[in-house]
């Protein structure tokens, strides 16, 4: 899936199939008139906007709960050969009302 964009300001996703023809243009949402170029972010998931008309770069973001930052630490750094190394991640965060679990 990838989403794409007209100047017009509409948004909408695209599936292709293998032979890489669109099988499915389903409508996202809409802006004024002036999208510029869409860019996915690789570090945050999100697509941007870019809309020349009203000059912002808009983030797009789905509704839900956020992901966890896992912060994990080893046991151990070094040792002999073979080193059995237990990593903890106590310091990890929910960024939610939602409680963190592992298994």
Known sequence: M???GD???N???LNLDDEFN???????ATFD???KDIKFNSNDGNPYICNLKDK???KVSYGGTYPPSIITYPDY???ASPLNVTFGASQS????DTPLAWK
């Open 33 to 35: 008139k002036g999208v």
């Open 93 to 96: 965060i929910s960024n939610s």
């Open 7 to 9: 100047f017009f300001g």
């Open 11 to 13: 948004i909408s996703t």
């Open 22 to 28: 669109i099988a499915e243009l389903t409508p996202f």
């Open 56 to 58: 912002n770069v808009y």
């Open 77 to 79: 750094i070094y040792g």
């Open 2 to 4: 990838s989403i794409k």
